[in-house]
């Protein structure tokens, strides 16, 4: 019996969707699957897509004729392809052009936009929403958005985050040294230096904890555009703030935080609250996008951009130590009830059979 052929096509591939691709493809292979992905070489480089055994085809994020030819050449003889993320998805349609093979979207995030851009932004997920098959989203909020824009299937998906591997147990101690925490509360934060994750607020925030004693050290991880801008008004405020850059050590140093903060305007199933979860550190997140129904009970949630409110959270649980031991142990609970990788690439192994079993192609195994 021939193998199910699949495509797999990332954009620029945030940390959450790289991540799931490098998952779904290695359980795909695990199932008999033949596998390509399409995506930046940086991509490859980061996440070893083909030492999983993918087919890896190098292609550039940028929508020329050069790069759609290499992407249309990637899917010639696919049965199914699966773009992850809105710019993947109308790259991938303008590629196929019209060709007789199922396309998949998965909405993994949204983008926000004003002016003309937003109107841009509206017809692309139009036409993202329209051409695809199937749409796949990663909160309920995604799923209904998709159906606005016209989407002909829209379903929920039940995305997991892979687990990280398992390490030796982590010196909180040295790694609060390392950091200039030692003796004061450490509240982690992470994600790219953006303005949708929202650390103008979090910086807000920050400067009514500079009443406390002791004042926490608020330690932000990750690179971005925003870097200047906060590092200015860090030094100008002199706020309680460091800005760590690009780490490779997440798990460790949340494992070492007393808090960790999501203050982002938009989420759908954030990769920092499934690993804050998952690891029993409380956690302080707005509620907005798919983040409620990810960490039910568990969180502390706030509205986006009330730095008040994120400061009164924050401040009321570094003084309640049983508060936090109840939301870390809420947190393990919560985790333990999401779907698994397994339950992932069990449902993306489903869609993939009901689109390509009325062209012949045969059921996967």
């Known amino acids: 019996m021939s193998q199910l052929r699949t495509v797999q096509v990332l954009g620029g591939g945030s940390a959450g969707s790289s991540a799931h691709v490098g998952s779904l493809a290695a359980g795909l292979i695990?199932?008999?699957?033949?596998?390509?992905?399409?995506?930046?070489?940086?991509?490859?480089?980061?996440?070893?897509?083909?030492?999983?055994?993918?087919?890896?085809?190098?292609?550039?994020?940028?929508?020329?004729?050069?790069?759609?030819?290499?992407?249309?050449?990637?899917?010639?003889?696919?049965?199914?392809?699966?773009?992850?993320?809105?710019?993947?998805?109308?790259?991938?349609?303008?590629a196929l052009g019209g060709r007789r093979v199922p396309l998949v979207f998965t909405w993994h995030t949204r983008a926000h936009a004003e002016g003309a851009r937003r109107r841009l932004l509206h017809l692309l997920e139009r036409r993202a929403a329209r051409t695809a098959s199937v749409v796949l989203g990663a909160s309920s909020d995604l799923v209904d958005?998709?159906?606005?824009?016209?989407?002909?299937?829209?379903?929920?998906?039940?995305?997991?985050?892979?687990?990280?591997?398992?390490?030796?147990?982590?010196?909180?101690?040295?790694?609060?040294?390392?950091?200039g925490a030692v003796g004061r509360p450490l509240v982690m934060a992470v994600g790219s230096l953006v303005p949708q994750h929202g650390y103008g607020t979090l910086l807000d925030a920050a400067r009514a904890w500079r009443r406390l004693d002791p004042a926490p050290l608020v330690a932000i991880a990750g690179e971005g555009r925003e870097r200047a801008a906060l590092r200015r008004r860090i030094k100008a405020e002199d706020l309680p703030v460091a800005l760590l850059g690009t780490r490779e050590d997440v798990p460790e140093l949340l494992a070492a935080?007393?808090?960790?903060?999501?203050?982002?305007?938009?989420?759908?199933?954030?990769?920092?609250?499934?690993?804050?979860?998952?690891?029993?550190?409380?956690?302080?997140?707005?509620?907005?996008?798919?983040?409620?129904?990810?960490?039910g009970d568990a969180a502390e949630l706030v509205p986006y951009g009330n730095a008040e409110a994120l400061?009164?959270?924050?401040?009321?649980?570094?003084?309640?130590?049983?508060?936090?031991?109840?939301?870390?142990?809420?947190?393990?609970?919560?985790?333990?009830?999401?779907?698994?990788?397994?339950?992932?690439?069990?449902?993306?192994?489903?869609?993939?059979?009901?689109?390509?079993?009325?062209l012949g192609v045969p059921r996967t195994r």
Do not use: N
């Open 30 to 94: 695990a199932r008999g699957v033949q596998v390509t992905v399409c995506a930046p070489a940086a991509l490859e480089r980061a996440y070893g897509f083909s030492a999983a055994g993918a087919r890896f085809a190098p292609v550039p994020r940028r929508a020329d004729p050069a790069s759609l030819a290499a992407l249309r050449a990637a899917c010639a003889d696919a049965d199914v392809v699966h773009a992850h993320g809105l710019h993947a998805a109308v790259r991938t349609a303008l």
């Open 145 to 179: 958005r998709a159906r606005r824009r016209g989407a002909r299937d829209a379903r929920l998906a039940p995305l997991a985050a892979p687990l990280a591997q398992s390490a030796a147990p982590v010196d909180g101690d040295k790694v609060r040294a390392g950091l």
């Open 257 to 295: 935080a007393d808090l960790v903060v999501l203050p982002s305007r938009w989420e759908a199933r954030s990769l920092l609250a499934q690993e804050a979860l998952r690891a029993g550190v409380p956690l302080v997140a707005t509620a907005v996008g798919g983040v409620p129904e990810l960490v």
């Open 311 to 358: 400061a009164r959270a924050v401040s009321r649980l570094l003084d309640d130590p049983a508060e936090r031991d109840r939301l870390a142990a809420a947190g393990i609970r919560q985790a333990a009830g999401w779907p698994t990788e397994d339950d992932t690439i069990a449902h993306v192994l489903s869609v993939y059979d009901e689109l390509a079993q009325p």
